[in-house]
């Protein structure tokens, strides 16, 4: 269930470099300056037409080659062939994937080529009749939320190996976006997941930004989005979030009571902050969070254009007006008093002792007199 | 970025680039291109790979960079594009970090720094009367003392940070946010602000494409000499 190199820079017995204790694989470095130019070598010249190689030799070479360099593109798409001839099981490339990133967590073409299988299984999954390839006995919903959970396994595990890992957050909101398609449970449950990791690793920007991405998903999921890049003005906002949340309501049975979430994420940045004094990440987040609180659900991060000065110019080049945004302002405000905030940052500033956490309080508190113009 | 490959802000930027370059950029080539890039602005202020994702230096001057070629920079919200990257600059290194929260790095001289002509630009073309006709807005000096002092190998190249190996793209991408530090505007408006010695002192590059502007003049006058390809299979 995982691969390392071991650092050995010479051959001291005559035996195999090849270690496996407790189900973890682990090479010995020396033979990789041997055995990597030798397999890149073979499966070159398959490529090239000048060597043959049947379908157990490729499956074998890629292997190898992928778990010592997994942003070797030709040999993911030699397996994306013999996965689209039908002599390669996509699953074990999934698996395949999820091994080499145990050591290459920031992989891009290990992350890239996991998008296409899973493409591939989700076309599959939605054909009728399904010859499958023996290894998804379930029904196909129940299977797309085995993918699901495991890929959001896979994602923490790469995260928690290489600190802010871009590429394994975005993939984490692609399968969200494209294999579990945004449902409110799924929102609902990655939220409470992965408050503990973030709560341990508080410099991870991509963590609090996927929370952010969550809570902007829910925002959209709880008013219809159509009215977000608006040309019409709409002064019937009431009626819309009705029909919107009847319609919400019909789709899935949780309702979403967004104010407390977002008050619990307050909470948590709270917390944290007061925890963890001087990480930039938590006071960013916590900017946000507040922005989404004192905003009508239909705002998109357009219509938050935090343009103070010089807004009309701006507005009516962005296609809405003052009018509109004023319109847009549903009740939802005031859930989260500005004055608790202030009194957070004065605490903060008459306690601290770190020099970033002061700077970052006194930049929160200019940003809330400027932007909330409170 | 290639048949069946990923698909991202990068790809915009590279497709945006040659098609003016060589005059084969029609509006039906990108038609939805800058309504796209402008929905991978995300709450940050900054651009991310797709909608979506977390704001990150190099996709946002490539989303940004691709807007300016098809003249659509008003679809973002400049004033927090600027907000988020004049954070991105470190206060004790002088240099640029990519995200939030994250370490400083040489390549990010271009990317992020980078941006601060293309945004001047920008704003200045909306009517902006507090724009300095001096100094772009951020700190010159200090990027340079960063790429100088602490980015440059002994042996040759330069590099992301003390303690990493020289390559090319850092080589490359700290030459580039040098070039941008030193050289403010162009023409008469032109005003250096060289680090050091005058022999310190770089070619200016296009902010645009990140070549020499005479470059980029050539290529267009060039390319303008044919005709645009037509796409119909005639």
Redesign the interface.
Known sequence: DEIGLIPCPEARYNRSPIVLVENKLGVESWCVKFLLPYVHNKLLLYRQRKQWLNKDELIDITCTLLLLNPDFTTAWNVRKELILSGTLNPLKDLHLGKLALTKFPKSPETWIHRRWVLQQLIQENSLPSLATKGNLGAAPVERIHRLVQEEMNVCSEAAGRYPSNYNAWSHRIWVLQHLAKLTVKVLLDELSSTKYWVSMHVSDHSGFHYRQFLLNSLIGRTVTDSNILVNEQNPNLQKEEESAGTEAACAEEQSVDLPRLLEEEMELCTELIDNYPGHETLWCHSDETLNNSHHSPATSHMAQSMDVDGLNEFSSKQGYTQETKRLKRAPMQDSLGPEMEYQFIDKVLSTCRDVDQARFATAYRKWLVTFLGQ | MHV???VDVRSAYCAASVASLTNILTPALFSGTAEWIARC????GGI???P???A?GGYTFCGMAALVILQQE?LL?L??LLHWVTGRQMRFEGGFQG????LVDGCYSFWQAGLLPLLHRALHA?GDTALSMAHWMFDQLALQEYILLCCQCPAGGLLDKPGKSRDFYHTCYCLSGLAIAQHFGSGDLHNEVVLGIPENCLQPTHPVYNIAPEKVARAVMHFLQYPVPNLDPA
Do not use: L
């Open positions: 069946g490959g990923e602005q995300n709450w940050e991310g790979g797709v979506g994702m977390e990150h008003h919200n004033r927090s995200r939030c929260n994250k909306r």
